[in-house]
Each structure stands twice: as structure tokens, then as C-alpha cells.
């Protein structure tokens, strides 16, 4: 009886470890993911990268007309924390599986709701969120390995771009940034009535980069530089005069600014605040 237990403790434990061991070689498709932080937003992309091999990828691996993952093994998965806008549709925060339909001079874009099919097997129209056209361009140099990264980036949006043989497809992300700043804005500087020389420059960067009311904006920056004058706070500080029309008052902060800079051993903000004094002669 003994030597029976002991027996089936002993295969038991060589199952486990022969289970346990498993042999390990590169993938014919490796798992990436990208992130971005698009305006405010943090986009991420987890998808596989399938590589051409000497094969002619789309219209006979990827065939036109049909479905396909958009990459290798499970579903391509984008994901957003915040509201985003693609194709003129506002899209909700979350994640979603990226699937397209290419054809030669045009291609179907979706966005599904379900994410957890392998590939394409089981997709039904039915969970789409989003679908839209995409024009496909041919690429100067042959792609080997699909790729998909973030390009022409903006204050509030970016392009996502697909890459693989000798065809790039890309769509434009937008992000909602104005309000979710100026609610900032109201929250901590005006109602919170902040006296915070960073807040203060923050709110006036903002005003005066996005062309808003400069009067206000030249309220805090002079809040800010009154509290504590640092070298970029007088260089801001200046070209709010300067865009007010107040040029003398422009190249004297912008004098103080390099006299700043200097002291901070940064030749950076010298050249620009020489560059803004230059202008305004």
C-alpha cells in the first residue's frame, strides 16, 4: 500500500514538473503596447505585430472586403481615459477592439464594444461603436513587421498610424482639452482666488498661448512674478506686454528675464528673450 502512494506521489510530482517546464522561443507575433498621453488623455494601444515573411499581405493573406483583427492573435485593444472624439463621433471612455476592412483605395475603420475574441472569429456588426472610411497610402519603404504608432501630435489630438508592407492607414484621435482646463482654471485660480505663483503662471500660460482674455492673463502673470520672479515666469511676463501693445514695459521684463537666466546658468531663455527684445525694435 505504502509503496502504491509513494508511487503516485512520485508520477504526480514528475507530471507537475513536466507540465511546469515549457520550452521557450520567440513569438511568430509579438505582443506590444504603446501609450500616449493625447491632450489630457491617455491612449494605449496592446496589439501583435505579425511580420510579412516574403508574403503579399493584403489582398491575399489580409483579404479586401472582410474583417480582419488588425494585427495577430487576439483582438487589437485601444483604450481611453477620458471621452475622445474620432471621426467627428464622440467615443467614451474605455476600451475598445480596433478591427478594419481594407480595400485598395479605401478602408472600413470599426470600433467594437467587445474585446475579448480571438481576432475576428465570432465578430458581429452589432457590437460596433464606431465605423468610418480611412483612405490607405503607399509607403516609400516596405514595413516588414506591422506597426502602429502616434504621429502628427497637437495640444488636443493625434494621428494613430497603421504600418505594414507597403500600406499606411491613419485616423485622426481628438481630445476634448478647453474645458477640462478652463474647469481647472475657474476651480483653483478664480474661485479658489489662488495666490500660488505657479497656478497663477499656468493659468496665464494658458490664457495667453490659447488667445483668451490677455488683460486677465496679464493679472496673474504680475501676481506670479511680484511673489517670486523666476527667469521663464519674466519671459511669459513679457510677451503678454508685448502682445498688449506695451513694448517698452515688454523689453524691460524681458531684460530682467535675462538677467535671470544668466544668474541660472540657462542660455536657452537668454536667446529668447534677446530673440522678443530683438522683435520689438
Same mark, same amino acid.
Given at each position: ?6 508511487? *503516485?506521489?512520485?508520477? /504526480? /510530482? ?12 520567440? !513569438?511568430? *507575433? ?5 501609450? !500616449? ?146 474647469? !481647472? ?30 488683460? !486677465? ?62 522683435? /520689438?525694435?
Amino acid at each position: 500500500m505504502k509503496q502504491r502512494i509513494a508511487f *503516485s506521489l512520485a508520477f /504526480l /510530482l514528475c507530471s507537475i514538473v513536466s507540465f511546469a517546464q515549457q520550452i521557450q522561443m520567440p !513569438q511568430a *507575433s509579438p505582443s506590444a503596447k504603446i501609450a !500616449q498621453k493625447v491632450g489630457l488623455t491617455d491612449v494605449t494601444v496592446d496589439y501583435s505585430r505579425p511580420s510579412t515573411k516574403d508574403r503579399k499581405i493584403f489582398g491575399e493573406l489580409v483579404p479586401y472586403g472582410q474583417v480582419w483583427r488588425t494585427g495577430a492573435n487576439g483582438a487589437t485593444v485601444l483604450s481611453f481615459s477620458t471621452d475622445v472624439i474620432i471621426d467627428g463621433k464622440n467615443i467614451p471612455a474605455g476600451q475598445y477592439a480596433l478591427y478594419s476592412i481594407p480595400g485598395k483605395s479605401e478602408w472600413t475603420m470599426i470600433l467594437s464594444k467587445n474585446i475579448k475574441l480571438w481576432g475576428a472569429i465570432g465578430y458581429q456588426q452589432s457590437d460596433d461603436i464606431l465605423r468610418f472610411k480611412a483612405q490607405p497610402a503607399k509607403l516609400s519603404k516596405k514595413n516588414e513587421t506591422f506597426e502602429i504608432s502616434f504621429a502628427n501630435m497637437t495640444d488636443t489630438g493625434s494621428d494613430l498610424s497603421l504600418k505594414w508592407e507597403n500600406t499606411r492607414v491613419d485616423f485622426r484621435i481628438e481630445t476634448e482639452v478647453d474645458p477640462l482646463v478652463m474647469a !481647472q482654471i475657474k476651480e483653483y485660480v478664480i474661485d479658489g482666488d489662488s495666490t500660488d505663483p505657479s497656478l497663477l503662471y499656468s493659468a496665464a500660460s494658458y490664457y495667453y498661448t490659447n488667445e483668451k482674455d490677455l488683460n !486677465q492673463a496679464y493679472d496673474w502673470i504680475n501676481e506670479s512674478v511680484s511673489a517670486d520672479p523666476k527667469y521663464w515666469t519674466m519671459h511669459l511676463k513679457a510677451k503678454i506686454e508685448a502682445a498688449l501693445g506695451k513694448k517698452t514695459e515688454a523689453v524691460e521684463t524681458a531684460t530682467e528675464a535675462i538677467d535671470l537666466a544668466e544668474e541660472a546658468g540657462n542660455p536657452d531663455y537668454v536667446g529668447l528673450n534677446e530673440r522678443l527684445i530683438k522683435s /520689438l525694435k
